[in-house]
């Protein structure tokens, strides 16, 4: 024997031999290979199409997160319009024109209110209820003898949330007991 790695013995083939297909074998691997080929371009065009449809998703997501004040907005402009048209009847008014100028600032603030109110915006109202560090933030502590320890006071801005999450608490000033002053013997 020799070491030549090229050596014609030790490279033969085994010994089986392979028949050839039969013209029924060949026409059946012929058919898997075209329905092989047709599942492979299905499944191509289908990664193709999930691929546009993830490109598609994530553009409209953009676009809603841009455009998502729209709503709002759409409400708010008419409350701006009268704003503006307060101001300038504000400008040409005359001594009489006081009180239609307040109703009419008055109407703006209501018609204000009721666009942020249908958006979800709610007020938190803390007068008169027990402090509630969710939901209020406390400035101060008064003495009170008419107004129990721990309760609010007195409500110096309203907070608001949207519907069930906080966006500003109200700042309260929180009652407190009064002061005892010992008796002198």
């Known amino acids: 024997m020799s070491d030549d790695p090229t050596n014609p013995e030790t490279d033969a083939a085994p010994a089986e031999s392979l028949a050839p297909p039969t013209p029924a074998e060949l026409g059946e691997l012929r058919a898997k290979a075209a329905k092989a080929d047709e599942h492979w371009d299905r499944l191509l065009r289908q990664a193709a199409d999930f691929e546009n449809f993830k490109k598609r998703a994530a553009r409209d997501r953009q676009e809603d997160i841009r455009y998502a004040n729209k709503g709002l907005l759409d409400k708010l402009i008419p409350v701006l319009d009268n704003f503006e048209m307060a101001m300038a009847a504000a400008n040409n008014a005359q001594a009489g024109n006081a009180d239609a100028l307040k109703v009419g600032v008055s ?33 101060s502590h008064q003495e009170s003898a008419d107004v129990p320890e721990g309760q609010v006071l007195q409500q110096l801005r309203r907070g608001y949330k949207l519907r069930d999450r906080l966006l500003r608490p109200a700042t309260v000033i929180v009652a407190k007991a009064p002061a005892t002053t010992p008796a002198t013997t």
Do not use: S, Y
């Open 107 to 139: 109407m703006i603030h209501n018609q204000f209110k009721a666009a942020l109110c249908e958006a979800g915006l709610e007020e938190v109202d803390a007068t008169g209820k027990p402090f509630d560090p969710n939901w209020q933030e406390a400035v």
